[in-house]
């Protein structure tokens, strides 16, 4: 079992350059990279690629048909990867008004470093530099090889990525994915995170006349709007039973050992419900039931609806069209790809079948089984860099591309990083305390000597030769 004490050689040299490491993360950060305008994009990759290759890294700037994706590739000293995942772009900073400083202009105040992209994703990308330099300072050449992908779609949907991921298969075999975010609780512990649900973003659209009408002739030309919202309301009940026919076919069962996680995991209802404004969550779920609610059950949420007039004073029209956006968060095992045949199908039975139904995103989920030596690995840098506990949580109720990039080729993929609970991650103010990341950079390089030692399993629940990859 390694000790704190073995590491620190590379903890000194991580708090001797502490202040680089954030003068970087400020460079980073200062260039926009909105992929949403893809405003500073392009310039944005060219930084990241610049900076992983003054590491030492053979770096390919790679066009899959969006916005470019860098590779990088650090040689070790084993034939053992790790691949490391971390988007370039950021959600657009507005509404800049709501700022306390323009967001582009980091700022350090009240032990935080404040601007777009401190917490997602620049400040963990910064991080993985600076602990890969610590390393390379301190004990030479890496442990293991590095692959990193660093994308810059990731805020969009990672459109290109399923393609990018296709054409390097080879490139995304690894011992296991660091994945790009995290964060520390209001306890210290790390939070470690072992997938994300995936994903179908759909949009509904009924059309009725040509033209907007009189709204006198309601009694003859059909209204898409109530078309639309008999369709909506078909979906779901009351009572949030998703009605749609083989919607949840193919759900895998969920390990004990993952259910289990949720027991431990640190939350408050009361400071959530008053931040949220209301008295209840939904079927006055509490406790571990909202969590379990939270991590394991599909949803399907309108985004959207627009239809006919809505601006002040009466306006008498029967609207030409309807239109709704929907995501549904999807467990593994579910297939993004059916969801829309399925809406379809469902629609035609209810004489609903004109209504249009197109998919706009579509991303599988993934889990990691807890017991993955990798798994190990990230949990016991954490306890030697935060000392306590981490918590592991057996999946996000976001969503990411893990599944196209590691899952579909056998890589674990575990994801922590450097943002708090306040980090207001797309919204104004974003920010990390600087504290954790300089933590941060501990547990990559802790995870970094862990690995360099043989694997040692987590948990002793679970069969060794049951899937990693649900
Ligand atoms: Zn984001």
């Known amino acids: 079992m390694m000790t704190a004490d073995q590491l620190k050689d590379l903890f000194e040299e991580i ?24 405003e500073g994009i392009e310039e944005m990759a060219l930084i990241v690629a610049r900076e992983i290759r003054a590491l030492g890294g053979r770096v390919e700037v790679v ?15 084993s034939s053992r990867r790790l691949l490391i995942y971390n988007h370039y772009d950021v959600q657009p900073p507005e509404p800049l008004e709501a700022w306390d400083q323009p967001p582009f202009e980091p700022t350090l105040r009240e032990g935080r470093l404040w601007a777009r992209g401190t917490a997602d994703n620049k400040g963990d990308f910064a ?20 692959v990193w992908v660093v994308e810059g779609e990731e805020e969009i949907g990672s459109p ?14 690894a011992e296991g994915c660091l994945w790009e975010f995290g964060r520390r609780l209001s306890s210290g512990s790390l939070e470690i995170t072992l997938g994300m649900k995936g994903m179908a973003y759909l949009e509904l659209k009924a059309v009725g006349a040509a033209a907007d009408q009189h709204s006198s002739l309601a009694p003859l030309v059909p209204n898409p709007a109530w078309r639309l919202v008999w369709a909506l309301a ?36 009361r400071r959530e419900l008053a931040r949220l404004g209301l ?19 599909p949803t399907c949420n309108i985004c959207g609806l627009t239809a006919g007039y809505q601006g002040p004073g009466p306006k008498t029209v029967l609207p030409a069209e309807a239109s709704a956006k929907l995501d549904l968060r999807l467990l ?76 579909r080729y056998g890589t674990p993929a575990v994801s922590f990083g450097v943002g708090n609970p306040d980090s207001r991650i797309h919204a104004p103010n974003e920010n990390i305390r600087v504290e954790d990341f300089v933590l941060g950079i501990k547990q990559v390089a802790a995870l970094l000597s862990l690995l360099a030692e043989p694997a040692e399993p987590a948990r002793s629940e679970g069969s060794p030769e049951s899937n990693r990859c649900l």
Request: proline residues 8%; glycine residues 10%.
């Open 127 to 146: 991080a993985r530099l600076a602990a890969v330099e610590a390393w390379q300072r301190t004990r030479g050449n890496l442990p293991v090889e590095i």
């Open 279 to 297: 008295d209840s969550f939904l079927l006055g779920a509490s406790g571990e039931a909202a969590l379990q609610r939270l991590h394991f059950e």
């Open 160 to 173: 290109n990525l399923e393609t990018f991921a296709e054409r390097h298969a080879d490139l995304l075999q």
């Open 63 to 77: 066009r899959s048909g969006g916005f470019p994706v860098v590779v990088g590739r650090l040689p070790g000293r």
């Open 332 to 407: 593994p095992g579910q297939d993004p790809r059916i969801v829309p045949e399925l809406i379809r199908s469902h629609l035609a039975r209810r004489g609903l079948g004109d209504i249009e139904v197109r998919m706009l995103a579509g991303e599988a989920a993934a889990m990691t089984e807890p017991t993955d030596p990798f798994v190990a690995a990230a949990e016991n840098a954490a306890r030697l860099v935060y000392a306590r506990e981490p918590q592991v949580v057996p999946i996000s109720p976001a969503t990411g591309p893990i599944h196209a990039l590691c899952h």
């Open 15 to 38: 708090e001797r350059r502490s202040g680089e490491a954030l003068a970087r993360l400020e460079r980073l950060v200062h260039q926009p990279s909105v992929s949403a305008g893809g």
């Open 234 to 269: 078909s979906l779901k009940d009351p009572g949030e039973e998703i009605l749609l026919q083989g919607f949840r076919d193919g759900i895998a069962s969920i390990p004990p050992v993952s259910t289990r996680l949720l027991e431990g995991m640190e939350q408050d209802d």
